[in-house]
């Protein structure tokens, strides 16, 4: 069983920083793209930004300059640097791996039950 585990949201205010984590356990054979998403209130859910496993990025316009994405690829693990946060970053963030798993045949896409982040103003 494939499982994706978030960690690291909260609450911060504004102009702050927070790092979310979230790392695939399971029977994995390889890990190919992964990402993050988020999800605020009476909205429709939007990629935040993406790395490859030989970890070429891309982000959303409204992150860039202030958000990292990066990868441990030894740990299965993704992370979401988050600097220069603003109230309009708050929502469910949700990370999201295409997964090889054991004895599989093709990649599957997986997903975190996601991590709230609420940015004060």
């Known amino acids: 069983q494939v499982q994706l585990a978030e960690s690291g949201g909260g609450l911060v205010q504004a102009g702050g920083s927070l790092r979310l984590s979230c790392r695939a356990s399971g029977f994995i054979s390889s890990i190919n793209g992964m990402g993050w998403h988020r999800q605020a209130p009476g909205k429709q859910r939007e990629l935040v930004a993406t790395?490859?496993?030989?970890?070429?990025?891309n982000y959303a316009d409204s992150v860039k300059g202030r958000f990292t994405i990066s990868r441990d690829n030894a740990n299965n693990t993704v992370y979401l640097q988050m600097n220069s946060l603003k109230p309009e970053d708050t929502a469910v963030y949700y990370c999201?791996?295409?997964?090889?798993?054991?004895?599989?045949?093709?990649?599957?896409?997986?997903w975190g039950q996601g991590t709230q982040v609420t940015v004060s103003s």
């Open positions: 999201s791996a295409e997964i090889l798993g054991a004895g599989a045949v093709r990649f599957i896409g997986y």
């Open positions: 790395i490859t496993v030989g970890s070429s990025t």
